[in-house]
């Protein structure tokens, strides 16, 4: 039986995954806020496959939160065989979380960061372990600010997006060199996936997902396929996805070197 953890596995895409892999038989930890979407996934699942599910309650932009639960991962599970950051709550303004960090770079990247390099252990014991980021490959490599990765200065959606995404492909560096044995995707949807879309979000974006959703998106039970292809026989090394279709990785001549400086920028935050 392989363990999959999921953050963001209470709703969207992580909650159709979550329900795959419990109904393949897998234990699968899901990590989300809502106690009440844990429940409401529990009740949609055989009464059989209940015991192999487990929760964590956190609030992935607090980084209290991310390492409360990385601790009991590490605690409660010897080996992790796939980790699937899906966690998502879009701000299309900047907003600063009671830890006093920028909330959108702490949930898209800093949660993502702590959970790849605190459980690199926990993977290392796996045969074939696979990370799925599901951060929309393809950013410009110079998409990140490195001087300012919290935008105190000039943040807009589109270039806190952008340096997210260009942050969690040169993650997928930091991660493979230090296990080679690792799959590290960025993963991004073919196309608009049918979700909650939890966020805030103005007017505009509201309008477009209401009305794009219903004609254009699939279902997020659609979505994921891939992802379970993926996740069930994973090649070591970085590789990049829009749904089923392999891309090639963004690359830079500085990679190496933004790989060391996010790190180290990123330590020094913490
Ligand atoms: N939907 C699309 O068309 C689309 C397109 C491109 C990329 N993506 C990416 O695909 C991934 C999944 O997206 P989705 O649309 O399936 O998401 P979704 O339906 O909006 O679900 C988001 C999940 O994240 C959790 N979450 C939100 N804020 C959290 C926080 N602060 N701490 C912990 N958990 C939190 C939510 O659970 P709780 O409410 O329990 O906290 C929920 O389980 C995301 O990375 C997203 O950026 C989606």
Known sequence: MRTIVITGGTDGM????ARHYLAAGERVVVIGRSRAKFDALLASVVPSARPRAGFIAADLSLVEDNRRAIDRLMRDHDRIDALILAASYIRQRRYVTSEGREASWSLFFLSKYLFVTELAESLRTADRPVIVNTAVPGARADAIDFDDLEMADGFTFRRSNAQQRRANEVLGILATERNPALGYLTWGPARLVRTGFAGEVGTGMKVATA???????????????????????????RAAYRGAEALPLTSGAQDENDAARLAAAVRASL
Do not use: C, F, M
């Open 14 to 17: 992580g909650a159709s995954l």
């Open 211 to 237: 009305i794009l959703g219903p004609l254009l998106g699939q279902r997020a039970e659609d979505a994921v396929r891939p992802i379970i292809r993926l996740v069930d026989a994973p090649a070591p090394g």
